[in-house]
Antibody
């Protein structure tokens, strides 16, 4: 069974930093593209960032580019999101998600999601 | 950036009735569209990929259709567990984008 367990959320001040983690199990982590998606309270889904299965390619939403960094440690089956220069509009639940299949070009959609970790940015 | 517009924002339907949800893209996305279902307090669940292929374990009452810029998700006979928010997502190009969602509520 695929499991994705996020952690690292909490309260941060504007301008502060947080590092989110997502520990994966139940599949071959190093074969899969991984993604972060967020959801502000009462709002819809927003794609944040994606990293390919080798970690060589990363993609970011314009809203986080230059402030957030996605990375992975395949030896630990763990995905990360380093969030710097946090703003109030970054307040959201952050989900990690697994691409539906390995070794498939494009087709970036997600068949497994964690339960998310809540990030609140407030002074 | 490809914009996805979902309509209606809220759909009130009685159990057993049909629900029809729409997702419109700002430019062609071919068939590169998926639908997710999200129930309160839960993560999204993949329902449909490639505009019309049901994901594993998804009941046959869920049908996806469309291509190009116009897409539809039809739930043929609503069950209690189907009352949720539904999102479309395109994967034709970066950035990946989601529609704003359609809430299906009990009438």
């Amino acid at each position: 069974e695929v499991q994705l367990l996020e952690s690292g959320g909490g309260l941060a001040q504007p301008g502060g930093s947080l590092r989110l983690s997502c520990v994966a199990s139940g599949f071959t982590f190093n074969n899969h593209v991984m993604t972060w998606v967020r959801q502000a309270p009462g709002k819809g889904l927003e794609w944040v960032s994606t990293i390919d299965h080798r970690g060589g390619y990363t993609y970011y939403a314009d809203s986080v580019k230059g402030r957030f960094t996605i990375s992975r440690d395949d030896s630990k089956d763990t995905l990360y999101l380093q969030m710097n220069s946090l703003r109030g509009e970054d307040t959201a639940r952050y989900y990690c998600a697994k691409k539906w299949a390995p070794n498939v070009s494009g087709q970036n959609y997600f068949d497994s999601w964690g339960q998310g970790t809540l990030v609140t940015v407030s002074s | 950036e490809i914009l996805l517009t979902q309509s209606p924002a809220t759909l009130s339907v009685s159990p057993g009735e049909r629900a029809t949800l729409s997702c419109r893209a700002s430019q062609t996305i071919y068939s590169n569209l998926v639908w997710y279902q999200q129930t309160p307090g839960q993560a999204p669940r993949l329902l449909i990929s490639g505009a019309s292929t049901r994901a594993t374990g998804v009941p046959a009452r869920f049908t996806g259709s469309g291509s190009g810029t116009e897409f539809t998700l039809t739930i043929s006979s609503l069950q209690s567990e189907d009352f949720a928010v539904y999102y479309c997502q395109q994967y034709t190009s970066w950035p990946l984008t989601f529609g704003g969602g359609t809430r299906v509520e009990i009438k």
